[in-house]
Structure formats: C-alpha cells, structure tokens
C-alpha cells in the first residue's frame, strides 16, 4: 500500500500554458477607450504577477 503524497507546495498552481492562454485571452479584444484598455492590461498584469508570485 503507497503513502499519499501531499500537493507540492512549490508547483506552481498554474501552468505556463494555462497562463499563456489566459494573457492571451485578456489580450485578445482591442478596447475602444484608453480606460478599457488599461483596464484590460491591469487585469494581464495581474495574472502574470499571481503567477509569478506563485513561486
């Protein structure tokens, strides 16, 4: 009978696929006004610094 192993705590919770597709995701529309688009880049930032934090 195996022990369970726990979750590694330094695996990352996403994987660098899933993030690339998620920025691209976020990316993936061109905002009509300066406000959205910043807005949109802030929301890209903040999965790319989640995930960089994740580390």
Do not use: K, Y
Request: glycine share 2%.
């Amino acid at each position: 009978m195996s022990v369970p192993v726990p979750h590694d705590p330094r695996a990352p919770r996403v994987s660098p696929e899933e993030l690339s597709r998620r920025v691209e995701e976020t990316l993936g529309t061109e905002e009509p006004t300066l406000r959205e688009e910043l807005e949109q880049l802030n929301r890209a930032h903040d999965l790319l610094n989640d995930a960089l934090q994740d580390r």
